[in-house]
């Protein structure tokens, strides 16, 4: 931390200092030249006076009432009297800078959502298809991701994944994925190598997914998944809902991952689904019975998620309109 040398005269302040130990003393016309994010301490009349955007706590006289509160209302981190230091002013200190950092952090989360956000892929116009999605953060970032992109003038690749947990931990996985997955050619590709990547870092952490490829000329899909729930599921027209049930391992948990493919024909209007669990939430009841009603609201169009949602969703469909 800093101590910015008072332009005033403060007595005994080497005393002070010796209770501080450990500060880099700093002067005020140098101030920009130091690290804005780490705390200084200064007199209360220098803060006032120059208004630097160091993160601060004023130190003033016992008759300064009034310049610590107009420093306070300036933004001083909190006010000190000289010749009253705290008990244990390092300890203090400690509690302070570690408060001003969980602040600053939850400041920054609405910006990194943003961040998060733009990693999203941009809308593609395909012939005889849609790309539809739904995402939806639990709280500013997500551990759900969704992704997409051209491998040929005729084929994409897809995957829509869920990391376990919560937080930014798991927020920066996604974007993680967004970066690595180095355009992938297949769905075995891209899970085996997003799956030895996690194996290899040993990253506590899992991620289901399931991916796939569509030819958007000879509507031929193939998709493979990776120990992800709820499964894809696919609608055609007069037809029952088809649920893709598959059976495999979350990527990150054994380096000998069998992965297996699957295939279909989507007909004129179909749509193939696939969602994270956390589309479950809105629905009462056990597992099975929520994602029965998922289903049946997905096929009448009718799915909206609460204002509140307790887990991340995310959502992706392909559809076949001509």
Not at 51 to 68: C, D, K, R, Y
Not at 84 to 104: C, G, M, S, V
Not at 245 to 268: A, R, Y
Request: charged share 20%; glycine share 4%.
């Amino acid at each position: 931390m800093y101590f910015i040398q008072p332009t005033r005269t403060i007595p005994h302040l080497e005393r002070v200092l010796s209770a501080l130990p450990s500060l880099q003393m700093i002067h005020i016309e140098d101030i920009s030249l130091y690290d804005q994010s780490i705390i200084a301490i200064a007199d209360v009349q220098d803060f006032l006076e120059h208004q630097w955007e160091l993160p601060t706590i004023v130190l003033a006289f016992e008759n300064e009432g009034s310049a610590l509160a107009q420093a306070w209302q300036a933004g001083a981190l909190a006010g000190w009297i000289w010749y009253q230091l705290p008990e244990k002013p390092t300890e203090a200190l400690a509690k302070i800078d570690a408060q001003y950092k969980r602040n600053q952090d939850s400041r920054d989360l609405p910006s990194a959502a943003i961040l998060q956000k733009k990693l999203l892929p941009t809308p593609l116009e395909l012939p005889n298809y849609k790309i539809e999605s739904f995402f939806k953060p639990s709280a500013y970032l997500s551990g759900d991701w969704y992704d997409y992109w051209k491998i040929s003038d005729k084929e994409i690749i897809f995957y829509l994944a869920d990391v376990s947990g919560h937080g930014v931990t798991s927020s920066l996985l996604t974007s993680w994925m967004a970066a690595f997955h180095g355009r992938s050619k297949t769905p075995r590709e891209l899970i085996k190598k997003l799956n030895g990547m996690l194996v290899q870092e040993n990253i506590e952490k899992h991620i289901t997914m399931i991916t796939g490829i569509l030819n958007f000329e000879t509507h031929h899909l193939r998709w493979s998944s990776a120990g992800h729930y709820p499964p894809a599921i696919l609608f055609e027209p007069n037809q029952p809902p088809k649920i893709l049930n598959t059976s495999s391992f979350p990527l990150g948990l054994t380096e000998d991952l069998e992965v297996e493919e699957f295939e279909c024909i989507l007909s004129k209007q179909a749509r193939f689904i696939v969602c994270s669990d956390g589309a479950l939430e809105p629905f009462d009841g056990g597992l099975n019975e929520q994602f029965q009603k998922l289903v049946e609201h997905l096929q009448n169009h009718t799915f909206e998620a609460p204002a509140h949602v307790a887990d991340d969703i995310a959502i992706l469909s392909l559809c076949r309109v001509k």
